[in-house]
């Protein structure tokens, strides 16, 4: 930002901070703080101050939804089908199919830790969305492309009926640059795209923070619309054999994503790039090492602060001493002799790797405070990946039937979207208001308290598969080998219940990382919400495999059979039920050990302390 638009903003923050502690009766003040421009340091597409009435808001906002349930349709297109292209296309078998799922998805995962780093330090959200969305379209073309020519022959195949024949390294090697590309395309935007829509509104004016807080249960509703669609209609194409039309209607929904994307270019809000985070990072680390035997100050008053208001991070708000990790505080003890640089001005700087501001050693502070509360968040994401796993093979081994209609298993998952949809809608047409009135504060529950209760319906969403479970086994019959003669609709409940708990647990899990990430790494932030369910797919596989281990001995088939009529996969879900309690308990601890961020001109305080 240049001086004369730093100059501005200081400004406006000094009046804003006249106008809460009430100077010239707030009246001033309040008309300049809400009337024009925005407070939080964003800026438009020229790098100007932006203008409320001509940047973000809800205009923005709804361009970003769409974006993101196109986007979101685009990449499940591929994805939810993928283990069955490569079966019956690329004649791969089961496990082979499945591992390289497997490497496909946890690839994803890991290029959003380079789309949110590349974002955080270099490029910014807007160039860092559009740059991943091109390269995304990119790869569905291509594959679209390369199957269509090369994949599907004879013509016709790839169905359940008629499989493909063999291919060539070309044509395979072809097949793979594209769905990686696919892969570095949705996993690099994905951190970045929910973090930019929030940027849209400005958390300093009370009306736009409120609606920055409905845009991330929007943002979910949207992500899980663009699935609902490709699970039911291109699943249907795609399972037929059109694989083509299917791959091609996918590409169509990207590009219409990434021109919307672009139309509202002149409407964005931004936030600059605030440079290499590992780097500051490891200057905390270091300055505080070499001060380890210094004796530590009475108080946070007598260490380093930079004069202005913002932190070591260009452009971010600075961040107030806080207790807690009073190791890394040494990095901000001033050492005169050894800690400053003469330049050729005859000017002195400080020497980053030696002394480093308060502000800087806060963002390493609150990473850490992060990183417990993450951790408890990867089991949750093993109880939701049963969704796409266990609940399926449990209802292919149910009575399918409802009147004259088969209902595929896979589905089912249906109920799990709309009860997003209802859940979203009650949690804030109805109960945040009403725990509004009853705790007098109009944020209702905090976002970590909205975490533990998605854990607590996460135990009841297992408890009610297990039970599940244990009738359908009742209902198998005992002379044959024919399924169970239970309907299919009684796993509705668990369904119901997984989808009440992501609206608790990863809307709330989106708004905390975003609402307490230093805002040099809140990509990162939204990254972690990535992370935790790939983790959630990794422990998963590591559970079962140990209960297999375990409990397959001699003539035991274990819980999880091949034949799960003789198995007992209720015993698992009971497990994972269990898993979930102790998880809650840990998480309990760490939610009241936390420690809410401090950030300089915003109102702070410790409720964020006892939130469950």
């Keep these: 930002m240049a001086s004369s638009e730093k100059s501005y903003m200081d400004q406006k923050e000094k009046e804003k901070r006249s106008a809460m502690e009430g100077g010239n009766d707030g009246k001033i003040s309040r008309s300049a703080q809400y009337d024009e421009y925005t407070l939080d340091g964003s800026v438009d597409i020229r790098r100007r101050p932006a203008l409320k009435a001509k940047t973000g808001g809800w205009v923005a906002g709804v361009l970003i939804l769409v974006n993101q349930g196109l986007a979101t349709l685009a990449f499940f297109g591929v994805g939810v089908n993928l283990v069955l292209f490569l079966t019956r296309v690329l004649q791969q078998n089961n496990a082979e199919a499945a591992n390289n799922v497997s490497k496909w998805t946890g690839t994803v995962y890991i290029f959003s830790l380079v789309g949110a780093f590349l974002s955080d330090s270099y490029w910014g959200r807007y160039k860092t969305c559009a740059i991943f969305q091109v390269i995304f379209v990119i790869g569905l073309a291509s594959l679209s492309l390369c199957t269509y020519l090369f994949l599907l022959k004879p013509s016709g195949c790839g169905n359940e009926d008629l499989l493909c024949g063999p291919h060539s390294s070309v044509e395979l090697g072809m097949f793979y640059l594209s769905v990686y590309l696919i892969a570095l395309g949705n996993g690099g935007y994905q951190p970045n795209i929910a973090t930019f829509g929030a940027d849209q509104f400005d958390e300093e004016d009370p009306a736009e923070s409120h609606s920055k807080i409905s845009f991330f249960s929007f943002f979910y509703l949207a992500l899980n619309l663009g699935s609902l669609f490709s699970n039911t209609f291109l699943d249907y194409f795609e399972d037929k054999g059109m694989w083509a039309l299917g791959f091609w209607a996918s590409a169509g929904s990207a590009l219409m994503a990434l021109v919307l994307f672009l139309c509202g270019t002149p409407r964005y809000r931004h936030f600059k790039p605030t440079?290499?985070?590992?780097?500051?990072?490891?200057?905390?680390?270091?300055?505080?090492?070499?001060?380890?035997?210094?004796?530590?100050?009475?108080?946070?008053?007598?260490?380093?602060?930079?004069?202005?208001?913002?932190?070591?991070?260009?452009?971010?708000?600075?961040?107030?001493?806080?207790?807690?990790?009073?190791?890394?505080?040494?990095?901000?003890?001033?050492?005169?002799?050894?800690?400053?640089?003469?330049?050729?001005?005859?000017?002195?700087?400080?020497?980053?790797?030696?002394?480093?501001?308060?502000?800087?050693?806060?963002?390493?502070?609150?990473?850490?405070?992060?990183?417990?509360?993450?951790?408890?968040?990867?089991?949750?994401?093993?109880?939701?990946?049963?969704?796409?796993?266990?609940?399926?093979?449990?209802?292919?081994?149910?009575?399918?039937?409802?009147?004259?209609?088969?209902?595929?298993?896979?589905?089912?998952?249906?109920?799990?979207?709309?009860?997003?949809?209802?859940?979203?809608?009650?949690?804030?047409?109805?109960?945040?208001?009403?725990?509004?009135?009853?705790?007098?504060?109009?944020?209702?529950?905090?976002?970590?308290?909205?975490?533990?209760?998605?854990?607590?319906?996460?135990?009841?969403?297992?408890?009610?598969?297990?039970?599940?479970?244990?009738?359908?086994?009742?209902?198998?019959?005992?002379?044959?080998?024919?399924?169970?003669?239970?309907?299919?609709?009684?796993?509705?409940?668990?369904?119901?219940?997984?989808?009440?708990?992501?609206?608790?647990?990863?809307?709330?899990?989106?708004e905390f990382f975003n609402d307490q990430a230093p805002d040099g790494l809140k990509s990162f932030g939204s990254a972690l919400c990535m992370t935790s369910i790939s983790l959630g797919n990794y422990v998963s596989s590591l559970l079962v495999t140990i209960v297999m281990e375990i409990t397959a001995k001699g003539d035991k088939p274990g819980w999880i059979p091949v034949n799960l009529n003789k198995g007992h996969m209720d015993r698992f879900y009971f497990l994972l039920a269990g898993l979930t309690a102790a998880d809650f308990i840990v998480f309990v601890a760490c939610a009241r050990w936390y420690k809410s961020i401090k950030l300089e001109g915003r109102y702070n305080d410790d409720e964020c302390n006892s939130n469950v």
């Design 275 to 510: 440079g290499n985070p590992l780097s500051r990072i490891c200057q905390v680390v270091i300055a505080a090492s070499r001060k380890w035997n210094v004796r530590m100050p009475q108080s946070g008053e007598d260490l380093y602060e930079v004069d202005n208001e913002t932190s070591a991070a260009n452009g971010s708000r600075k961040m107030l001493h806080t207790e807690g990790f009073k190791f890394l505080d040494r990095a901000a003890i001033i050492n005169p002799d050894n800690d400053f640089l003469t330049r050729k001005d005859k000017s002195s700087s400080h020497n980053p790797w030696r002394l480093c501001p308060i502000a800087q050693v806060e963002e390493l502070k609150c990473v850490l405070r992060l990183l417990p509360i993450w951790l408890t968040t990867i089991i949750y994401s093993v109880v939701f990946t049963q969704m796409a796993s266990l609940f399926v093979e449990q209802g292919a081994a149910m009575n399918t039937i409802v009147g004259s209609f088969r209902i595929p298993p896979a589905s089912m998952s249906a109920f799990d979207i709309t009860s997003v949809a209802i859940f979203i809608l009650f949690y804030r047409r109805l109960l945040n208001p009403l725990v509004s009135k009853l705790k007098r504060n109009p944020r209702g529950l905090t976002e970590l308290q909205r975490m533990g209760v998605g854990l607590i319906i996460a135990i009841l969403a297992m408890v009610s598969a297990g039970t599940v479970e244990v009738y359908r086994l009742k209902n198998v019959c005992s002379s044959c080998d024919d399924d169970s003669s239970l309907s299919i609709l009684w796993q509705i409940p668990q369904y119901m219940l997984i989808g009440a708990s992501e609206v608790f647990m990863y809307v709330g899990q989106l």
